[in-house]
């Protein structure tokens, strides 16, 4: 067998144009230094990454760095779905970051150029083909968002978050390395098919202890980035002491980060026996406890936080699945992980559209505040509220919010199909738990305003929100409604 790896230039094309946008971000920081042409650069660069992941994704599977059989690098349908999501996410969180950094206190080079390297890592994670791939695409992902949380000047609760999340975060890659690590002692392999592969063929290595540790490790390492309880509570934390647009980009591209690195490694790598019911556990655990905490927050960036993790229960709960023998038959299996990953972009859709709203509604460079401070918001601002509420419904499965309405459908789908009834129930009931907060605080935005001041920059007579925020609610809220228009035609790119 010849020991030198092929390279695809055009596979690696959307990787190129992610990571030369952070190059061109540092570039023109430093010979424009003009914060308006940076963000340009940046916001350039990520349209770019899309529609290069995109057009290279419309043909077959790429493949690249490969030894034999086992590729390093696999770009097909869903890694183009993956690589252009991402790209779009960071173009979206730069036009909600144009308040925040108009305000002086966030550096815009370091800021436009971390985003462009977190970028990076979300492109290569979908296409990851080995362990190693993936966990360095995630660090990749993951590490300069330790940075952007706590990037603003002064700011003691960002740099209270900052800490909070690199150190779990830096726990959660320790365990997921160990099991890469003993995983390979065990197998003698690192690309996710040649893992599948020799454990299927090899059923007695399952009966190893070493085994289940090394399993064990690494979806309970990657539960900790999907934010899934027990290991979620860094992410309200976080989110609340982060500025606004980067609690948009942890909520959405963070977690779909999470949400791919897991599915990655259970649908090619590790045995649907032994994962399932972990994450059927996990499913209901994080479902169930997001949803109970969300009913009492009262600040809103701390209940979109925890309806966040609730969201990451029903993400996981198609792959519970995988515990039933119905549930790995080969079409049952391939319609659960469609189902996961197709809920995925519903979410961070909605998600984005809501934080959107958020930023729409409030100072430039302030953080989430209370839900009172959101209170009667739509009457002042009707478009702004009109699409919040919109993204609230759509999150809580809800015409007409359609898109998520699908979402929940195709989850419930996938379960029963997979004889899971039990764990559609537990769904079904939780999801009745969201909508009590969800439809409080869409209905709050309508509340008469009473005699309570209205909070800073929400006032009648202060000026309407910066037209890059205007713009990013109107398509991320365009967007979300034409998915849950045409929902099969994220269902058909979930399953490529």
């Known amino acids: 067998m010849s020991l030198v790896q092929s390279v695809d230039n055009v596979a690696l094309l959307p990787a190129y144009l992610a990571a030369g ?8 920081d430093l010979l424009v230094a003009r914060a308006a042409a940076t963000v340009a650069v940046a916001a350039a660069g990520a349209a770019a990454t899309a529609l290069g992941a995109a057009l290279v994704g419309t043909g077959a599977a790429r493949r690249t ?9 696999v770009f097909g349908g869903r890694a183009a779905l993956v690589g252009a999501l991402f790209a779009l996410l960071t173009l979206g969180v730069l036009a909600l970051s144009g308040p925040l950094l108009r305000a002086g206190r966030t550096p815009a080079g370091e800021y436009c150029f971390l985003l462009a390297c977190s970028m990076t890592g979300g492109v290569v994670l979908g ?19 330790y940075v952007l949380v706590g990037l603003r000047r ?3 609760a960002g740099a209270e978050a900052a800490v909070t999340f690199f150190v779990v975060s830096v726990v959660a890659t320790t365990l997921t390395l160990l099991g890469a690590a003993l995983l390979y002692a065990v197998t003698g392999g690192l690309h996710l098919g040649r893992l599948g592969a020799t454990l299927a063929e090899r059923p007695a290595l399952l009966d190893v202890p070493l085994t289940t540790a090394a399993v064990a490790l690494v979806v309970l390492g990657l539960a900790f980035k999907v934010a899934a309880v027990p290991f979620h509570a860094w992410a309200p934390a976080t989110y609340d002491g982060a500025p606004l647009p980067v609690a948009a980009y942890l909520s959405t591209a963070s977690k779909l980060g999470g949400v791919v690195a897991l599915l990655a490694v259970v649908e090619h790598a590790l045995p649907p026996a032994t994962t399932g019911p972990v994450l059927a556990l996990l499913a ?5 406890v997001g949803n109970l905490v969300a009913l009492r927050q009262r600040r809103t960036v701390r209940l979109l936080a925890w309806s966040s993790v609730a969201q990451a229960g029903y993400i996981l709960a198609p792959l519970g699945a995988l515990a039933l023998a119905a549930g790995r038959a080969g079409d ?7 189902a996961a990953v197709a809920y995925a972009v519903f979410f961070v859709l909605l998600e984005l559209a809501a934080f959107a709203a958020v930023v729409a509604l409030r100072p430039a460079d302030a953080d989430g505040g209370t839900l009172d401070d959101l209170r009667g918001a739509a009457r002042r601002r009707p ?15 809800l015409p007409p919010g359609l898109a998520g309405l699908f979402a929940k459908v195709t989850v419930v789908r996938a379960l029963l199909d997979g004889g899971a009834g039990w764990l559609a ?9 969201g909508l009590a907060y969800y439809l409080r605080l869409a209905a709050l935005l309508y509340a008469p305003a009473g005699t309570a001041p209205a909070p800073d920059g929400d006032r009648p007579g202060q000026r309407a929100p910066a037209r890059a925020v205007a713009v990013t609610l109107a398509v991320a809220t365009v967007v979300a409604v034409a998915v849950g228009l045409a929902p099969q035609l994220v269902l058909d790119l979930a399953g490529r």
């Not at 049952?332 to 469609?338: E, I, K």
Request: with cysteine; charged share 5%.
């Open 383 to 397: 478009w702004v509220g009109a699409a919040f509420a919109l993204a609230l419904t759509g999150l809580a499965g």
């Open 425 to 433: 129930l537990v769904v079904a009931v939780n999801a009745v738990f």
């Open 127 to 145: 296409a990851a083909g080995d362990l190693i791939t993936l966990i360095v695409a995630l660090e990749t992902l993951t590490l300069p968002l």
């Open 284 to 288: 209901v655990l994080t479902m169930t």
């Open 154 to 156: 002064g700011s003691l």
């Open 332 to 338: 049952v299996r391939a319609t659960a992980y469609a």
């Open 65 to 73: 760095f490969c030894v034999g059989a086992d590729c390093s690098y």
């Open 21 to 28: 946008t952070a190059v061109l971000v540092l570039l023109a």
